[in-house]
């Protein structure tokens, strides 16, 4: 047997039988991934109680600014740099019965409106992907947090698995900055700020994971996504061209995440000792 005969006769072997069980049963068993609420977690574990001044940077629709004032009862600030997002939060704070913990203010994190030292806690989630310039961002985190306090970051990163024409169409797509999704940028950035990493957890696909375990919406989306891709001027009519190509992104995104291709990574950091600002 020739050596092409012998690596096409094993990887056909492989090929049929991952389809079934046997081996590649253990593959269809979970492995308990953690949820999104672990993020509270963590939160709790930084000490935030009903006394605490929270700073939700980036706050967007609000939902995270009145579940951490749920959660803890502590007063949340949340700041957004679009205005519509401003007023979604306060609907919603006023839907869930919070504005007496939770307010919006508009503005950008790289001039945050706050004095030195106010918060406990900053959070931030899902928002250094769109912020160029990151050590002068966060350096305004630094700042505005008590020299006791926590930063949490939540943000995702890509990895080596991104081929760059994935990477530059998603990121246009997004309006998400380059240099912000690279890891040791967004690591040099903290430094530079003058936080140090507490802790550090890359949560790969877990958190997906578990959401396609319990809401089946990775498989829903990648259906969504061969639909779109195979009837594309169909679905561009009935969507319009803009709302489909944020779609489109959108879709890839749980997509990659699950590939491997991006990394969603969890960061605690302190400000670096003797460091009062």
């Known amino acids: 047997m020739s050596e092409k005969q012998a690596q096409m006769e094993a990887v056909y072997t492989h090929m049929w039988a991952s389809h079934e069980g046997g081996p590649f049963a253990p593959l269809d068993e979970s492995l308990h991934p953690r949820p999104h609420s672990m993020l509270y977690e963590v939160v709790s574990a930084c ?5 605490s001044l929270v700073l939700d940077v ?11 004032a749920q959660r803890f009862g502590c007063t949340v600030v949340g700041l957004d740099v679009a205005q519509f997002h401003v007023e979604q939060g306060r609907a919603r704070a006023v839907q869930e019965g919070l504005s007496d913990l939770v307010s919006f203010v508009q503005g950008d994190i790289a001039a945050l409106p706050f004095a030195d030292a106010t918060f406990d806690l900053v959070w931030s989630r899902d928002m250094l992907m769109h912020v160029p310039a990151l050590p ?6 630094a700042r505005v947090l008590k020299p006791a306090g926590a930063t949490l970051v939540y943000t995702t990163v890509a990895t080596q698995r991104m081929e760059p024409k994935e ?3 998603l990121y246009a797509s997004f309006g998400l900055v380059p240099e912000s999704m690279n890891e040791a940028v967004v690591e040099a950035a903290f430094q530079a700020a003058g936080f140090q990493m507490h802790s550090k957890e890359q949560l790969g696909g877990e958190l997906m994971e578990w959401v396609e375990e319990h809401e089946g919406r990775a498989s829903r989306e990648l ?7 195979r009837k594309q001027e169909h679905y561009q009519e009935i969507l319009g061209t803009r709302r ?3 779609a489109l992104a959108n879709y890839h995104w749980a997509i990659y995440i699950l590939l491997g291709k991006l990394s969603p990574t969890l960061y605690v950091l302190r400000k670096k000792t003797g460091d009062t600002r």
């Open 167 to 169: 990477a530059a169409w």
């Open 136 to 141: 002068q961002a966060l350096a305004e985190c």
């Open 244 to 246: 489909y190509e944020v």
């Open 47 to 51: 000490g935030v109680s009903a006394s």
């Open 58 to 68: 980036g706050s967007g629709r609000g939902n995270h600014s009145c579940a951490l």
């Open 223 to 229: 259906m969504r996504l061969a639909r779109m891709l």
